[in-house]
């Protein structure tokens, strides 16, 4: 079975300030990555991913992901963090037994930002 | 063009009682999952719907079962609540032959008293 670790349930920062959100995974497939972000009372939304080529991946807003198959992690960071950055970030997994259409995600990391 | 949308946004039930969720896909698209939430918790996966039926199943009691319309819209029923049934139940739509990219409704959120 395929398991998500993100080992930080929260991460305060200030503004402007640089920010790595961590994300272990384990499976003995190939999988694809994600980064969801999920703002308050709201659904997840997608931030970026990882299917396959460069192991480097960027999303719109500033934040990017590197696939590392020898560790097993995709974390996220942004070089400078923005108050409307706050929200909650999962990270998830595609692929293996489960099949590629489903999603098995982490606990999330509470993302924080402050003035 | 519309995304995923779910109803209703907030229900309030007692133990023992029974629910139905309901869950449009974005257009185009003709795989819907369902996934529960529990309160600072990740979604976890309940299951998905394809072609009218059931292909995938998570690790929930039989109590929770779904359907899927021609339409491909989707509802989730769970039967007999328990307190630990409360949380934000989370659609998400996908093409059948995607890559796990899925779309997510903003949720029902369900508390059981």
């Known amino acids: 079975a395929q398991s998500v670790t993100q080992l930080d349930s929260q991460v305060p920062v200030f503004e402007e300030a640089p920010v790595e959100l961590r994300c272990n995974y384990s499976?003995?497939?190939?999988?694809?990555l994600f980064w969801y972000v999920q703002y308050p009372n709201q659904g997840l939304q997608l931030l970026l991913k990882y299917l396959s080529g460069s192991t480097l991946v960027e999303s719109i807003n500033g934040f990017e992901a590197e696939f590392n198959k020898s560790q097993t992690s995709f974390h996220l960071r942004k070089p400078s963090v923005h108050i409307s950055d706050t929200a909650e970030y999962f990270c998830?997994?595609?692929?293996?037994?489960?099949?590629?259409?489903?999603?098995?995600f982490g606990k999330g990391t509470m993302l924080l930002v402050s003035p | 063009d519309a995304g995923v949308t779910q109803s209703p946004t907030h229900l309030i039930k007692t133990r023992g009682q029974q629910v139905t969720l309901r869950c449009s896909p974005k257009?185009?698209?003709?795989?819907v999952s369902w996934y529960q939430q529990a309160l600072g918790q990740g979604p976890q996966f309940i299951f998905q719907?394809?072609?009218?039926?059931?292909?995938q199943r998570g690790n929930f009691p039989d109590r929770f079962s779904g359907h899927q319309f021609p339409n491909y819209s989707s509802e989730l029923n769970v039967n007999a609540l328990l307190l630990g049934d409360s949380a934000l139940y989370l659609c998400?739509?996908?093409?059948?032959?995607?890559?796990?990219?899925?779309?997510f409704g903003e949720g029902s959120r369900l508390t059981v008293l």
């Open positions: 257009s185009g698209h003709d795989t």
């Open positions: 719907y394809y072609e009218e039926e059931e292909r």
């Open positions: 998830a997994v595609s692929g293996g037994y489960s099949g590629y259409s489903t999603l098995t």
């Open positions: 998400a739509s996908s093409l059948s032959a995607g890559t796990g990219e899925l779309f």
């Open positions: 499976s003995s497939v190939s999988v694809y």
